[in-house]
């Protein structure tokens, strides 16, 4: 299909990335699971998500959490977090941010920003495609760029 006569550049350049080189190439970890109250499959998570909450493989992911998107969740934040998802969602937003602790493969936590994006697939239903950051990370890195640009406004000032 790439190369039908009348199919502009921009599209065969497109079509030119698979799925699999995209999820593994992009600066974030990242799950796909179902968007349902009830059953929170999970679908998929990146390489980069495994090594991030310590999962060596999707199997020992999907053994360890009996492929629900719930036992990611510290318990003790389970209802509080999946009660917030779901009414950013039904308040009509398509995205929905919350700070959660992630459970990891050896039981310890993350404290981690999850990005989600709730979507209709075709062969899934609906599902939610999730970017999750490390909290304390991004507070050092944003911490320092924010004290980094006072400093530039404060010289420019004097």
């Known amino acids: 299909m790439a190369y039908r006569e009348g199919l502009q550049s921009g599209v065969r350049k497109q079509l030119g990335f698979a799925f699999k080189d995209i999820s593994e ?28 909450s310590g999962y060596k ?3 020992e992911l ?3 959490t009996k492929k629900s998107f719930r036992n990611l969740i510290r318990e003790d934040e389970q209802q509080q977090i999946e009660s917030s998802i779901w009414e950013q969602i039904d308040s009509g937003n ?11 493969a050896d039981g310890t936590y993350l ?13 899934h239903g609906r599902v939610f495609y999730v970017l999750f950051m490390d909290w304390e990370d991004m507070y050092i890195r944003y911490n320092k760029i924010l004290k980094d640009k006072m400093k530039d406004k404060n010289a420019y000032i004097k």
Request: proline residues 2%; aromatic residues 14%.
């Open 25 to 52: 190439h992009l600066p974030g970890a990242f799950i796909i699971y179902r968007a349902d109250r009830k059953n929170d499959e999970l679908f998929y998570a990146n390489n980069e998500f495994l090594h991030m």
């Open 57 to 59: 493989d999707i199997d």
């Open 62 to 64: 999907f053994r360890l």
């Open 94 to 104: 398509e995205n929905d941010y919350i700070h959660f602790h992630l459970r990891k």
């Open 111 to 123: 404290s981690v920003l999850d990005h989600g994006r709730i979507v209709d697939s075709q062969q």
